[in-house]
């Protein structure tokens, strides 16, 4: 993806396009650190533009800027993995709660059109589409929860999920979700039972959790079992 020719549109969002596909696919693995220089050459442009489009994939969660080192594509701990589990549960949770008895048939109308688009994205094979997505159907709630404060917290979660999902596709070795990994999810929200659905939301943000865990500690035991096996320098 990296090695594709830029064509004259947005420079910048091009290359947020190019780098977010990278980053989600693991082209750009975890933790490596991304070098200006080098990736503007590889591009064939310019630096301003590749600034920019790293500022707003730091400001998305996917690049983290460290000071005296440079910046590195965020890596996701079993922390990590665990805070966003339980962060997200509560957030989507309550947010149902908000919205329960505001339930609109524009409301209806815009999560089936959205988890057609989630679909046509699973069809296609296409990984970044359908985490995208998936983002944004799960961000409908907040979106009509009428709750700054909700929403920015859902903002800031984006990134982290983004991560998380990538991670979570690695570990159970799938491009894409399953097609019907929603459709539970609709029907619940739909329905009639506030109490069913934030039961389902409990169980489908649950699904694959252990294993998506058990991928990220067998990561994180690699890296450090390479950490520790490189040749320290000798004074």
Same mark, same amino acid.
């Given at each position: 993806?990296l090695?594709?020719?830029?064509? %004259?549109?947005?420079l910048?969002?091009?290359? =947020?396009?190019?780098? &977010?596909?990278?980053?989600?696919? @693991?082209?750009?693995e975890?933790?490596?650190?991304?070098?200006?220089?080098?990736?503007?050459?590889?591009?064939?442009?310019?630096?301003?533009?590749?600034?920019?489009?790293? %500022?707003?994939?730091?400001?998305?969660?996917?690049?983290?800027?460290?000071? +005296?080192? @440079?910046?590195? =594509? =965020? $890596?996701?701990?079993?922390?990590?993995?665990?805070?966003? !589990?339980?962060?997200?549960?509560?957030?989507?949770?309550?947010?149902?709660?908000?919205?329960?008895?505001?339930?609109?048939?524009?409301?209806?109308?815009?999560?089936l059109?959205?988890?057609?688009?989630?679909?046509?994205?699973?069809?296609?094979?296409?990984?970044?589409?359908?985490?995208?997505?998936?983002?944004?159907?799960?961000?409908?709630? !907040?979106?009509?929860?009428?709750? %700054?404060?909700?929403?920015?917290?859902?903002? @800031?979660?984006?990134?982290?999920?983004?991560? +998380?999902?990538?991670a979570? %596709?690695?570990?159970?070795g799938?491009?894409?979700?399953? &097609?019907?990994?929603? $459709?539970? !999810?609709?029907?619940?929200?739909?329905g009639?039972?506030? @109490?069913?659905?934030?039961?389902?939301?409990?169980?489908?943000?649950?699904?694959?959790?252990?294993t998506?865990?058990?991928?990220?500690?067998?990561?994180?035991?690699?890296?450090?079992?390479?950490?520790?096996?490189?040749?320290?320098r000798?004074?």
């Amino acid at each position: 993806m990296l090695s594709s020719p830029l064509k %004259r549109q947005t420079l910048s969002a091009q290359i =947020v396009t190019l780098l &977010r596909h990278a980053v989600l696919t @693991g082209e750009l693995e975890p933790g490596s650190q991304v070098i200006e220089n080098a990736l503007a050459l590889r591009l064939g442009t310019s630096r301003g533009p590749l600034r920019e489009a790293m %500022r707003q994939l730091i400001d998305e969660g996917l690049l983290i800027s460290v000071p +005296y080192i @440079g910046t590195r =594509v =965020v $890596d996701i701990s079993l922390e990590d993995v665990n805070d966003i !589990y339980a962060m997200r549960t509560c957030l989507e949770q309550f947010a149902f709660e908000q919205i329960w008895d505001r339930r609109s048939g524009d409301f209806e109308q815009e999560l089936l059109r959205r988890n057609d688009i989630l679909k046509k994205a699973i069809d296609q094979g296409d990984h970044v589409a359908a985490i995208e997505a998936e983002l944004d159907l799960h961000g409908l709630v !907040y979106e009509h929860a009428n709750n %700054r404060i909700l929403k920015n917290s859902w903002t @800031g979660l984006r990134g982290h999920l983004q991560m +998380y999902w990538a991670a979570h %596709r690695r570990a159970h070795g799938t491009s894409v979700p399953k &097609r019907e990994s929603h $459709d539970d !999810y609709i029907r619940f929200a739909l329905g009639d039972s506030l @109490g069913a659905m934030q039961d389902n939301l409990r169980d489908h943000m649950r699904l694959g959790l252990e294993t998506t865990k058990a991928f990220v500690e067998s990561r994180s035991a690699l890296k450090e079992q390479d950490h520790n096996q490189k040749p320290t320098r000798r004074e």
